[in-house]
Structure formats: structure tokens, C-alpha cells
């Protein structure tokens, strides 16, 4: 036996033993019991193997799902905090001449008097709408940037190793769930993410003295174009365009409270709860699209220990709101067509890459026209045609709502209670509109759930208080004596805060209808002109669109995805694309 061997023993043969020499036999069950007792201790060890093994991926998995948890949770406040500067950024930029379009056709006082009205606040939902839908997209390469960074740098800081290549893996930070799981439960006890204004950004000064400015040069007294001030434009005029501007304000915040933050963002969100849970490798995969970016931040600042940072880190809501470096992100084309190899791509070729800004105007191009397509299915009577091409829609556009409410409208037509109340559901989780309250409404009431749907009538009265069709809705839910004398206009009076010579208060209390927060009384009388109709057209636009085989998505993105454009023909659609540009303001009736 070789000498490195040496120690080792042979182990005796199993079974029975050889006849003695004296003929005599041994007591073979003795053999037996042995090979019994080495085979269920091979069991017993297998057992163990696969017990520490089945323990071992239940940890992983609880570590992989904290830490999707972790980047999702920070993916909201991302989105909620960048879309509330930008939202400031509007109402400095884009409200001040909103404002002067309005008060060009109504009067100066018009703004201040219909700020609240369902005009200027459906306006104000299409754009947000819109806007929303690609925040999703912008937000999300920079908020799992700012989070793999923090983790980064958590790991750092408990020497934890990161590869140049592929970055962080989750497996060498299972000995710090603990810490993980922490910061986790602190994120989840903060108050879900909402759009507010940013705190450290002041008040609308600026665009107020633009606006002021705009209007003293057209109307007031220094005018070049007028001799004297038109009708209405008296000394008075300041105080109303300026109530009338900080009010507009005041509605663009409430309508974007309208939308959840937790509706968007949908492909990250797929990644984070099915992709990147349970395979033990989820800040690999993070890693191979962050670490490079990461290193080269390092190379062009400097290297920053990871307990110079904090833990909640940039893009978690708690701090950063001051760093530019988050706030920028709306203003910049970021790529998210994917990564073409090499064999895909020409580089010789002169023509430009379409930006994605272009692509989601070409997408939601395409998702409109089969929502068209589901109008007229719908109107000729073919609601299972019009479903279809509804979610053909949605299925283009995911992070767009009113698809769904499309659809639900479409399944009420079909007495298919069930799908229109998920359909609702799903718009509802986006954007809390009357809509999507009063369908579900609808659906929960033939499902028999009459306590459900008041509840959905009653959030979509908080919205519109003087929805006619709501009340009725909730008069023919709530049982009521005849002598009540209740009326749907009535009620909708004492919702808007006027008073009804023919409904006592009690009947207002009996039936609980939300209370709706109205803008305090104005210090100027109301007069003709605030009483104007005026209508918020937006201007359809030009696209050169490439042309794709119809009903072939794929074809579409890849030639989208094309830099080279030279050989793919193109033509020109005219479509509306709500923004806060293009739109005209418009005088309806005399």
C-alpha cells in the first residue's frame, strides 16, 4: 500500500463468513443487522444532506425576496419623488403660459373661479397619464443603479468581496439577512410613496412674475398692443390672475394624488417578483448591469468607503431630495430599447437611432389605434371583438389605464360581472378615477356585493361630487322613505357645497357622501366672463411612423430597434399626443 495510504484500514466484507476450518459456519445475521444498520444510516445522511440543502435554499429565497422587496419599495419613492420635481418643474414652466391661454379667451378672473373644473382637471389627467407611463421606464435604470450602489457599498462596508465583472451575489450577503431584513421593516413602516411637492424646492415665485409680466405687457397699462385695457382687465387684475395660478397648482396636485405610484414601472416590477426571487443569483444578475457603471462613477469621483454613505442611500426616499444627480433624470433620453450585438447593428450606418422618446410615441401610436379599433367593434354591437382589441391595446401599452376601463366597459356590455371587476381593479391600481370606481360599482352590485360597491360610489363621489349618474347610482343602492324628498340634483348641490331649499342637512349625513374640500371663497365678485364655457383642445402632431407587418409586434420593435433606417420606408400619422404644448384653449357657444 502506497504510503500516503497507509492509515487507511480496510474495511471487513459484508455478508456471510466462510465455513471455518473445523466445519463449522458463523451466525450470518449478524451480517444482516449490519447491512440493515449501514443502509439506514446512509438514509439518515441523505435525509440530513437534503434537509441542510432544502434549509439552505429557504434562506437564499428569503434573502432573495428582501432584496427584491428592498429595490422595489425604493423604486417607488424614486418614482413618486422624481415625478414631484418634475410636477414643480411644471407648474414653474408650463402652468404660467397655461394660465395665460385661459385667461386670454375667459378673463383674468376665469383661472381663479374654474380651477377646479372637470375641463381643467381631465386635461390635466391625460397629460399626467401620459407622463406617468414613461416615468416608469426613465426611473427605473437609475433607481436599480441607486440601489445596487447602496447595497454595494453595504457590502463594503462588512468586507464583503464584489467582483470587477459580474459584480455583487447575493450568496455572500446570507450572513447579514439580518441587518437586510431591518432595513427592509423600516422601509415597509414608511407611509406609501405619494406625489407631493418636493420639500426644499420654494414657491412659484418665478412663474408668477412671468406670468405677471406676460399679462402687464398684453393687457395692463404699459401695453404696446392696446390702448386701453379690454373689458374686465381693471386695477383688480393682479389679484386674480395670481389666486388664479397658485389654485391651477393647487389641482395639479390633487389630481396626480390620484395615481399610484405602485402601477408603474410594470417590467421592473415583473423582474423583481419573478425573475430575480428564488434563484439565488439576483445581484449577480443586477451585477452585470451595474457594476460597470458603478466603477466608472468611482473612476471619474473617486472611491468612497461604504460607511460614508448612507445605508438609505441615494434614491430611497429618506435623503438625496438635493442631489441633482436624481433630479436630472427626467431630462435626459435614456435607453431602453435593449442591447443589440453587434451582428444586429450596422455601425457605418449614417442614419440616427430613434430615441425613446420617438419609440413610446410610436407605441402608444399603435396601442390608439387598436383602442379605435375596439371603439367601433363596440359601437356596431361586437363587444367580444372590442374586448380583444382592448387588450391588444393594453397588452402595447401596460402602464396606460384607461385600456382596462375599456375593457370593463366592454365585459359589462357581456354580463361578465367577474372580468369587468378585475379589469377595474387593475385600472383602479394605477389611477383611482370615477370611471374605474363606478364600473366596478356596476360589476359588484350584479355580483350581489352591495356594500362593496357604495363604498366604490362614494371614493368616486370624492373625485367629481357633482357626478349626476354617481348619485343615482348611490340613491338606487341606499334605500330611502319618500318623504325624504332626495334628488339626484339635489344632492348634487349639497356635495358642491351649495345649499337646497328642498333637502334638510340631515339627509346629507344619513346617506355619508364624502365630504369634498373646496377652494376658500375669493376676495373679488364673480362676473360674466368667469362664467365663460372654454374648452382645452389638444393639437393633433405629425410622426413619421416605419412601416411594420400589421399584427406583428415583433417586426414593429425590431425595426424600431433598427440604426439603420435608410432601407425602411416610413409614412406619416397624425395623431393626439396629450403634452403640455401642444393644446389650444377654446371658447365654447357664444
Known amino acids: 500500500m502506497p504510503a500516503k495510504y497507509s492509515h487507511v484500514k480496510k474495511r471487513p466484507a459484508l455478508g456471510p463468513k466462510k465455513k471455518a476450518a473445523n466445519g463449522s459456519t458463523s451466525n450470518t445475521s ?6 440493515k444498520e449501514s443502509q439506514a444510516q446512509k438514509k439518515l445522511a441523505a435525509h440530513i444532506e437534503r434537509g441542510i440543502t432544502n434549509s439552505m435554499m429557504t434562506a437564499v429565497s428569503q434573502l432573495e425576496r428582501a432584496i427584491a422587496r428592498i429595490f422595489l419599495i425604493r423604486f417607488e419613492q424614486d418614482i413618486a419623488r422624481l415625478f414631484s420635481t418634475h410636477l414643480y418643474c411644471v407648474s414653474l414652466i408650463h402652468l404660467p403660459t397655461f394660465v395665460m391661454r385661459c385667461i386670454t379667451v375667459g ?15 381631465d386635461f390635466f389627467r391625460s397629460i399626467v397619464s401620459m407622463e406617468l407611463r414613461q416615468s416608469g421606464e426613465r426611473v427605473a435604470t437609475k433607481s436599480v443603479l441607486w440601489s445596487y450602489t447602496a447595497l454595494r457599498d453595504f457590502a463594503l462596508s462588512n468586507n464583503v468581496p464584489v467582483c470587477r465583472k459580474r459584480g455583487l451575489h447575493s450568496l455572500r450577503l446570507l450572513p447579514y439577512y439580518d441587518a437586510l431584513k431591518t432595513h427592509l421593516d423600516v422601509l415597509d413602516a414608511m407611509p406609501h410613496a405619494t406625489f407631493s411637492k418636493p420639500p426644499h424646492l420654494g414657491a412659484l415665485n418665478e412663474g408668477l412674475e412671468a406670468l405677471e409680466e406676460a399679462c402687464e405687457l398684453k393687457y395692463g397699462e404699459k401695453s404696446l398692443l392696446r390702448s386701453t385695457p379690454p373689458p374686465g382687465w381693471d386695477q383688480s387684475w393682479r389679484l386674480r390672475v395670481r389666486l388664479g395660478y397658485e389654485r391651477v397648482s393647487q389641482t395639479l396636485w390633487r389630481i396626480a394624488r390620484e395615481f399610484d405610484v405602485s402601477g408603474y414601472g410594470n417590467v421592473l416590477r415583473e ?45 430611497s426616499g429618506v435623503h438625496g431630495w438635493e442631489t441633482e444627480e436624481e433630479e436630472d433624470v427626467w431630462d435626459i433620453d435614456l435607453d431602453f430599447t435593449g442591447n443589440e450585438s453587434e451582428e444586429e447593428v450596422n455601425p457605418s450606418s449614417a442614419e440616427p437611432e430613434m430615441t425613446i422618446a420617438e419609440i413610446m410615441e410610436v407605441r402608444y401610436l399603435r396601442a390608439e389605434k387598436e383602442k379605435e379599433l375596439g371603439n367601433t367593434a363596440f359601437r356596431r354591437g361586437d363587444y367580444d371583438a372590442a374586448v380583444q382589441h382592448y387588450q391588444a391595446a393594453h397588452s402595447v401599452e401596460p402602464e396606460m389605464p384607461h385600456y382596462q376601463l375599456n375593457i370593463a366597459a366592454a365585459y359589462l356590455k357581456l354580463n361578465n360581472w367577474i372580468e369587468a371587476e378585475a379589469a377595474c381593479t387593475k385600472a383602479l391600481g394605477q389611477h383611482r378615477s370615477i370611471k374605474g370606481y363606478f364600473r366596478r360599482a356596476k360589476a359588484r352590485r350584479m355580483l350581489g356585493q352591495t356594500d362593496e360597491a357604495i363604498k366604490d360610489i362614494r371614493a368616486a363621489l370624492r373625485i367629481q361630487p357633482g357626478s349626476q349618474e354617481a348619485l343615482e347610482e348611490l340613491l338606487s343602492l341606499i334605500p330611502h322613505e319618500p318623504s325624504d324628498g332626495l334628488s339626484a340634483s339635489s344632492l348634487a348641490a349639497s356635495s358642491s357645497g351649495a345649499t337646497s331649499p328642498h333637502r334638510p342637512p340631515s339627509n346629507h349625513d344619513r346617506l355619508q357622501l364624502p365630504k369634498y374640500k373646496a377652494f376658500k371663497p375669493l376676495p373679488f365678485p364673480r362676473t360674466k366672463e368667469d362664467d365663460k364655457k372654454l374648452k382645452i383642445v389638444p393639437i393633433p402632431i405629425l410622426f413619421e411612423v416605419p412601416e411594420y407587418v400589421s399584427g406583428d409586434p415583433s417586426a414593429m420593435w425590431k425595426s424600431m430597434k433598427a440604426k439603420k433606417m435608410k432601407n425602411m420606408s416610413t409614412k406619416t400619422e397624425t395623431f393626439v399626443y396629450p403634452s403640455w404644448e401642444k393644446y389650444t384653449v377654446k371658447q365654447v357657444g357664444g
Not at 423583481?272 to 451595474?290: A, N, P, Q, R
Open 30 to 35: 449478524n451480517g444482516n443487522d449490519h447491512s
Open 271 to 315: 423582474k423583481l417578483t419573478t425573475k430575480w426571487c428564488d434563484c439565488g443569483c439576483s445581484t449577480d444578475h443586477l451585477g452585470e448591469v451595474c457594476e460597470k457603471t458603478v466603477r466608472e462613477d468611482e473612476e471619474n469621483s473617486g472611491v468612497r468607503s461604504g460607511k460614508q454613505r448612507e445605508w438609505d442611500g441615494r434614491g
Open 107 to 121: 378673463g383674468p378672473g376665469w383661472i381663479a373661479y374654474n380651477a377646479d373644473c372637470e375641463e381643467i382637471k
